[in-house]
Nanobody, 125 residues
Framework: VGLVESGGGSVQPGGSLRLTCAAS????????MAWFRQPPGLEREGVAL???????FYVDTVKGRATVSKDRARGILYLQMNMLKPEDTAMYYC????????????????????WGQGTQVTVTS
């Protein structure tokens, strides 16, 4: 499955962006899909995920500002980011894995099966 992100760009602090991740084929049920980001000079980190049952998980740094959703029939994953901050500047990646990503409400560091190439988000005044 190929994943292609889009929707990144440059935005002022307080602005919004909606990132899109399109799958080359329909993501069958049973997949967890997630957004990761890698700030300049730092390691990649998880941002948000949506399980096959559509339950969601957000890391504390984006909680209340981000919404992850999916259109499973069209194979599209979304990440709506509001109230963007300079520290949100990063390359954003989507990923998919067969199975769950969370256990007992905790994001487990499982390996992901498929990754996109990333889309750059820059938050600057």
């Amino acid at each position: 499955v190929g994943l292609v992100e889009s929707g990144g760009g440059s935005v002022q602090p307080g602005g919004s962006l909606r990132l899109t991740c399109a799958a080359s084929e329909s993501i069958a049920s049973g997949y967890c899909m997630a957004w990761f980001r890698q700030p300049p000079g730092l390691e990649r980190e998880g941002v948000a995920l949506i399980e096959s049952d559509s339950s969601t998980f957000y890391v504390d740094t984006v909680k209340g500002r981000a919404t992850v959703s999916k259109d499973r029939a069209r194979g599209i994953l979304y990440l709506q980011m509001n109230m963007l901050k300079p520290e949100d500047t990063a390359m954003y990646y989507c990923a998919a894995r067969l199975g769950r990503c969370t256990e007992y409400g905790i994001w487990v560091e499982y390996d992901f099966d498929f990754w996109g190439q990333g889309t750059q988000v820059t938050v600057t005044s």
